[in-house]
């Protein structure tokens, strides 16, 4: 079993829907999540990050993270075109420095 | 300011030759990483540095794979005796500080833009 699922897609939406991303990870001692965005043949560019359970919100982002369930989301409202890309959700332990990443879902807003 | 730069940007060789693929961290950064990434899978860890050791080599595959960071800048991952299995894409973070035994959180690692590797 891989220490992050995330279901590949891929995910294909309207412009203006609310796209709602999930992982689920095994590990009980991870305390620090991240979303990534990839476009295409491009690096991982940072979204959002938590640290422990609760909800952050930035503009059109939201991220949530339930720990007793193991599971986070990331929530994008009034989707757009440009938003079309791979998410990948990261996590890790608080006194280390790899990163666990989930395969990443494949994102298309259509306009 | 300018972000973590990788070179080459696609690297194209023949089974059993050498390669070395080059990151340039962001200025300042002390953290520096190297992930692989498969296609339609996420990074998966290799190895990281804090300064110029190697903090954690443990996702180093086997010893064909070997990285150093001479002068805690910019680090250079060495593939030796290249398989087609080791094709992908190589990507480099860094990161302000880093976590690990010194009790700091972890840091957001920025990612560059990756080296593309097929062994033919």
């Known amino acids: 079993q891989k220490e992050v699922e995330q279901d590949p897609g891929p995910l294909s939406v309207p412009e203006g829907a609310i796209v709602s991303l999930n992982c689920t990870y095994s590990?009980?001692?991870?305390?620090?999540f991240m979303w990534y965005r990839q476009y295409s043949r491009k690096g991982p560019e940072l979204l959002m990050y938590t640290y422990s359970s609760g909800n952050k919100e930035d503009g059109r982002f939201t991220a949530q993270v339930d720990k007793s369930s193991k599971y986070i989301s990331l929530f994008i409202r009034d989707s757009q075109p440009s938003d079309s890309a791979t998410y990948l959700c990261a996590m890790s332990l608080i006194t280390g420095n790899q990163f666990y990443f989930g395969t990443g879902t494949s994102l298309t807003v259509i306009p | 300011g300018a972000g973590v730069s990788q070179t080459p940007s696609n690297k194209v060789t023949e089974k059993g030759k050498y390669v070395e693929l080059r990151c340039d961290p962001i200025?300042?950064?002390?953290?520096l990483y190297w992930y692989r990434q498969s296609l339609g899978q996420g990074p998966e860890f290799l190895i990281y540095f804090q300064g110029t050791g190697a903090a954690d080599d443990s996702g180093l595959p086997n010893d064909r794979f070997f990285a150093v960071r001479p002068e805690g800048s910019v680090s250079t991952l060495k593939i030796q005796r290249t398989e087609r299995g080791d094709s992908a894409v190589y990507l480099c973070a860094s990161s302000l500080v880093g976590g690990g035994t010194s009790g700091y959180s972890t840091d957001t690692q920025y990612f560059g833009p990756g080296t593309r590797l097929t062994v033919l």
């Open positions: 200025s300042g950064h002390t953290a």
């Open positions: 590990n009980s001692a991870f305390q620090y």
